[in-house]
């Protein structure tokens, strides 16, 4: 029986059932075949090799596209399995998994007590070219599910069999190339040899399915990309990235540092830290201020009945702390949000109060498994600058569109560009569906008269509503979520919150959670990458240091730094009894933005030579030229020196 295969210009073909779209590809052009890397069929990605056996749309994907990577680093994944197994033993390597991750892809594996080194991934690397050189046709191929379970139990792959058996279909995928075969639900190139450009990365310990409870494997991240240039520019945002790493700058800086004795996943920020700390949330306060919102500060430790009444009980218990004292059971609070009803409920509210916009730096503990923790990225104690705006349904789209008015001007002084996701209703959702649709479309209109790029993210909204997510791009060009604004129909049901309408009804209000840093302990990680710990001067903890030539100079310096703390700038004095190039160079590692040099000849004219970190030299100053101009890029929170 015959079947039409529709393509991307409208144009319908048919052929035999079984065909393949690399065949078709090939009908059209040799040339197009050959830069084909996949298919996409009524939507869903495929391989070139699998074939067609009822009508479809049919769309070849070259390695131009958005998916392509799909299909040539989940390829990749296998080839580092294989060559794994191929280097230490078929029956000594137990396989976990191996997906396709952002930029690259990696792969779980358990080899006993061997553990990889550096040396190991070379010689990966190495094995892993050779199977790309022997062009292994990949072959997809499908078993009953007892059969699957057979097969894997043969090759004692236990890890596969525990997968096999959770499935919830009746038959399981498998791809092979050569003399390996893996569980796996594809896409694929249709050969080894269709690939060509990657680097292993690192490895690290990872626990099966992400259970601490489970075995300890060992997991390798390799990165691939289409085209070599491509790959080699990705290298050196890795390598610009070590470099950066706020797990290093931060302690080198003295801005935070950790104890995995006494405080693990939680920073402990020390002075100049907590000078940056203070500028992110003086910033914030501003705008808060500026945009209606009134501060609120709740409490850190809540009774667990709140939690119940909240369902963050029901929903978010494993990630939360708890205490019990004098019989009574509390909660140390993971959100903001309970702590926010109870103020609201604590007075009348009236239509005329409405928008109510609160917010508050609040800290707050969630659980986080130690294999998971990362610095500032991953912890277990945040602060977050979290709000709840409470309004009429008439309101509720407007707000919204200010929130993201908000989100700009917040990135703003950083130079952030971002982008929006909205997060539509997950399978664990409390509520019912027509608020989930109402609130989802308020986003979305919100979104669209924003102007805002964005996608959507089906089933990845919060248990209690839908969301926007806020994804900035940093000078590296890597993506981290920040912002995010979630509608909520739920919670003012919940904690039975009205207010009174024009007609003197009891009318329940909509309520719109928003955090912009999210948690502050995570976007301060962050900015300490983006701008390398070299902060624009309105953040930096020290932001400028006044250097002594000789001891002779070390008064007027200490009176130079008198005038520029009375005038609010940060300042340090260093009059050792060094060289004043060792003294400029540690300033300049510090990422200290001005150096102020005294010597004779400043001293006698009553002014300073004024070095920049950039290195660049402006000599001989004016005090109160410098002054200007230094006051102005604070105020504005300038990215730029106005010296440069």
């Not at 052009?29 to 391989?47: E, H, M, Q, T």
């Not at 929903?315 to 959100?335: L, V």
């Not at 569109?401 to 409390?430: C, D, H, Q, W």
């Not at 129909?489 to 009205?498: A, C, D, I, K, Q």
Request: proline share 4%; aromatic share 10%; charged share 30%.
């Amino acid at each position: 029986m015959g079947i039409k295969v529709q393509l991307p210009d409208n144009s319908v073909v048919e052929h035999p059932a079984g065909i393949r779209p690399i065949d078709i590809a090939e009908e059209i052009s040799k040339a197009l075949a050959k830069r084909a890397i996949g298919a996409k069929v009524d939507g869903k990605l495929w391989d070139l090799t699998r074939p067609l056996d009822s009508n479809c749309e049919l769309r070849l994907i070259l390695e131009k596209d958005p998916e392509a990577p799909h299909f040539f680093r989940h390829t990749f994944s296998h080839i580092l399995a294989q060559a794994v197994k191929r280097l230490f033993g078929d029956s000594k390597v137990k396989l976990g998994i191996g997906p396709v991750i952002e930029n690259g892809f990696y792969y779980d594996f358990d080899i006993g007590s061997t553990r990889f080194s550096e040396d190991d991934l070379a010689r990966i690397e190495e094995k892993m070219r050779k199977i790309i050189e022997e062009d292994l046709p990949v072959e997809r191929f499908e078993l009953p599910r007892e059969e699957a379970v057979e097969l894997m139990k043969e090759k004692g792959e236990d890890y596969k069999v525990e997968l096999i058996q959770e499935l919830e279909s009746d038959t399981a995928t498998f791809y092979k190339q050569g003399d390996f075969v893996d569980l796996c639900r594809g896409p694929h190139a249709s050969s080894t040899g269709a690939v060509k450009y990657f680097k292993l990365i690192s490895v690290s310990g990872a626990y099966w399915r992400g259970d601490e409870r489970n075995a300890m494997l060992q997991r390798i991240y390799g990165t691939a990309f289409s085209k070599k240039a491509e790959l080699e520019e990705h290298l050196k945002m890795i390598e610009e990235a070590k470099k950066r790493d706020h797990r290093k700058l931060g302690p080198q800086l003295g801005l935070f540092g950790f104890s995995s004795a006494y405080a693990p996943g939680m920073a402990i920020y020390h002075p100049k830290g907590t000078v940056v700390l203070n500028e992110l949330m003086r910033f914030a306060r501003e705008l808060h201020q500026a945009h209606g919102y009134e501060e609120i500060d709740t409490p850190l430790v809540m009774n667990e009945a709140l939690w119940h009444k909240s369902g963050h009980w029901d929903h978010y218990r494993e990630n939360m702390y708890f205490i019990e004292k004098d019989e009574q059971k509390y909660a140390i609070k993971p959100m903001n949000c309970p702590g926010h009803m109870l103020v609201y409920k604590a007075d009348t509210v009236s239509y005329r109060d409405l928008p109510l916009k609160l917010f508050e730096f609040g800290r707050v503990h969630r659980y986080e498994r130690s294999g998971v923790l990362h610095g500032l990225f991953r912890v277990r104690g945040f602060i977050q600058d979290d709000a709840h705006v409470f309004c009429t349904r008439d309101q509720m789209e407007a707000e919204i569109e200010k929130v993201i008015e908000f989100v700009s001007l917040t990135y703003e002084p950083f130079g952030f560009n971002y982008r929006a996701e909205l997060s539509t209703r997950p399978e664990n959702f409390m509520g019912n569906i027509e608020s989930w649709e109402l609130a989802t479309q308020a986003l979305k209109n919100a979104l669209d008269s924003s102007g805002l790029e964005y996608r959507v993210n089906e089933g990845d909204g919060a248990f209690y509503g839908p969301k926007i997510d806020f994804h900035i791009k940093d000078s590296l060009g890597r993506e981290w979520q920040c912002a995010t604004i979630q509608l909520d129909f739920l919670m003012p049901v919940r904690f039975e919150l009205t207010y009174i309408d024009p007609d003197n009804r009891e009318v329940q209000p909509v309520m719109i959670h928003r955090a912009i840093y999210g948690s502050i302990d995570r976007f301060f990680g962050i900015i300490v990458e983006h701008f390398g710990g070299a902060f624009p001067t309105w953040l930096a903890p020290v932001q400028a240091k006044i250097i002594a030539i000789a001891d002779r100079h070390a008064d007027y310096a200490w009176s130079v730094a008198s005038i520029l703390k009375k005038k609010g700038l940060r300042v340090e004095v260093d009059d050792r009894q060094r060289s004043t190039n060792y003294k400029i160079r540690e300033a300049q590692m510090n990422k200290i933005p001005y150096m102020l040099i005294v010597g004779d000849m400043e001293q006698s004219s009553g002014t300073i030579a004024v070095r920049l970190r950039s290195e660049t030299d402006l000599g001989s100053t004016p005090l109160e030229e410098f002054l200007d101009n230094v006051l102005s890029e604070i105020r504005n929170r300038s990215l730029e020196s106005p010296f440069e």
